[in-house]
């Protein structure tokens, strides 16, 4: 049974951080490439970050310079840390896995919601 976990999520003022983690089983991890998507509501799903297995990455404008996408092949989890953080950032964050082979959006996680408010 394939499973991504999602957890971190919370409510944080302006400025500061928060570090997602999604742990996975049931799934080849070194096969695939890891993301972080968020929606918020009443907007599309939007991709935040993107990770190969070998460590190669890649960031949405909005979050670049202030989000680090990072994964742990041996724990099979990857991490999104999330520094500077401001109030559209909110939404609810999704772990997903696309195989690297076919290119596929495999798998998804349950989200996690992160609020940025003071």
């Known amino acids: 049974q394939v499973q991504l976990v999602e957890s971190g999520g919370g409510l944080v003022q302006p400025g500061g951080s928060l570090r997602l983690s999604c742990a996975t089983s049931?799934?080849?991890?070194?096969?695939?490439?890891m993301g972080w998507y968020r929606q918020a509501p009443g907007k599309q799903r939007e991709l935040v970050a993107f990770?190969?297995?070998?460590?190669?990455?890649n960031y949405a404008d909005s979050v670049k310079g202030r989000f680090t996408i990072s994964r742990d092949n041996d724990k099979k989890t990857v991490y999104l840390q999330m520094d500077s953080l401001k109030p559209e950032d909110t939404a609810v964050y999704l772990c997903?896995?696309?195989?690297?082979?076919?290119?596929?959006?495999?798998?998804w996680g349950q989200g996690t919601q992160v609020t940025v408010s003071s």
């Open positions: 990770i190969a297995s070998g460590g190669s990455t």
């Open positions: 997903s896995a696309r195989n690297a082979v076919t290119s596929r959006l495999e798998y």
């Open positions: 049931g799934i080849i991890f070194s096969r695939h490439v």
